[in-house]
């Protein structure tokens, strides 16, 4: 399997290579944010169902301390915008990743069937 990587690799110039980095970071980058955006959501829910557990939970307790909440509801609204704001930030990476993966996969399909129809027409001229 890894010698298909290598072989591949080896068709890409280095324009694409560089290009396939930094679609990997951006399908890191991605994952990374769909991880933040999916773990937002249970502090939200844990204090919507148990306005109590800030005092017990240590990390909450530490950002409601730091922020200074005037009241749990207001910290409350915060979570939520801070859930809401999470999903939307790694929907729309998500959104410029896929938009990339396709934009890339399309590209080098094009460029290798452009090389290889000149190959095939330096081999038949001569």
């Known amino acids: 399997m890894i010698n298909l990587y290598k072989k591949i690799w080896i068709l890409l110039s280095s324009h694409e290579k560089n290009r ?4 990997l970071f ?3 980058l991605m994952a990374f944010l769909e991880v933040l955006g999916v773990g937002s959501i249970m502090p939200f829910l844990s ?3 148990n ?15 730091y922020f200074d909440f005037q009241s749990k509801d207001s910290f409350l609204i915060f979570l939520g915008l801070f859930a809401l704001f999470m999903l939307l930030l790694s929907a ?3 959104s410029v990743t896929s938009y990339a993966k396709f934009r890339f996969s399309n590209l080098r399909r094009h460029s290798i069937g452009q090389n ?11």
């Open 20 to 23: 396939a980095m930094l679609l």
């Open 47 to 49: 204090v919507l169902g």
């Open 26 to 28: 951006l399908m890191i």
């Open 116 to 126: 290889l129809f000149m190959l095939r027409f330096t081999f038949d001229f001569k």
């Open 51 to 65: 306005p109590e557990s800030i005092e017990t939970n240590s990390y909450l307790n530490a950002i409601y301390t």
């Open 92 to 94: 729309a990476v998500r």
